[in-house]
């Protein structure tokens, strides 16, 4: 009788675990942050323009390699207020487009092991709207997997004409024709909170 109970503690033991094991690897399908950074940089002949982001909000899907980000427009920091204003005044108009946003997809998502560490050079294409225009952005870019973290990282460049906006011609010999922009994303694994 005792090794009976003791097959059955053991095999509803290993279910448990098995069950717990689906959840958790389950649970790693989806990576998300809310502390994500993008900054851009102009290089101009009278002053350099920079600003940083540390707001920016994205979803990754492991499973279909689909992400998505968020941008909320007026947490762009520049180092003189009086650049910040006219970006959100003049150039971005953040009070009717508060947010710029990406949507897209891994290209090549059956190179990446999410179960591998290491450093994976991703190929990513989705739609990029600032300013209320939407753009095709095809882009390169890496994911470190570190356990249950993803560092991703990307590069592009951009130019105002783009999206639609105007640079007053007084200035505009002093912003560069295009706008390099970074990205970086510490990922976690998303957790649903429970109903």
């Known amino acids: 009788m005792n090794l009976i109970v003791k097959r059955l503690v053991s095999g509803l033991f290993a279910m448990v675990c098995l069950l717990c094991l689906g959840h958790v690897i389950q649970a790693q399908g989806k990576f998300y942050t809310k502390t994500g950074y ?3 940089y102009s290089k101009a002949p009278l002053e350099d323009i920079e600003a940083h982001n540390r707001q920016v909000v994205s979803f990754l899907d492991a499973k279909t390699g689909e992400l998505a980000f968020s941008v909320p427009m007026k947490a762009f920091q520049f180092k003189k207020a009086l650049m910040q204003e ?10 009717k487009y ?4 990406f949507r897209g997809k891994i290209l090549n998502l059956s190179e990446v ?6 450093l994976y050079n991703l190929q990513l294409e ?3 709207t600032i300013h209320g225009v939407e753009r095709l952005l095809r882009t390169t870019a890496t ?8 560092q991703g ?3 592009f460049s951009v130019t105002p004409q783009e999206f639609n906006i105007e640079i007053p011609a007084l200035v505009r010999e002093n912003i560069a024709k295009r706008i390099d922009i970074s990205v970086q994303m510490l990922y976690k694994p ?4 429970p109903l």
Do not use: C
Request: charge should be negative.
């Open 38 to 40: 993008i900054s851009f």
């Open 190 to 193: 998303y957790q649903e909170k």
């Open 98 to 101: 508060p947010k710029a946003s």
């Open 86 to 95: 006219h970006f959100n005044e003049n150039y971005v108009e953040s009070h």
């Open 113 to 118: 092991d999410f179960t591998q560490d290491r």
């Open 143 to 150: 994911l470190q997997v570190n356990g249950d973290q993803l």
């Open 153 to 155: 990282r990307a590069n």
């Open 126 to 128: 989705g739609v990029l």
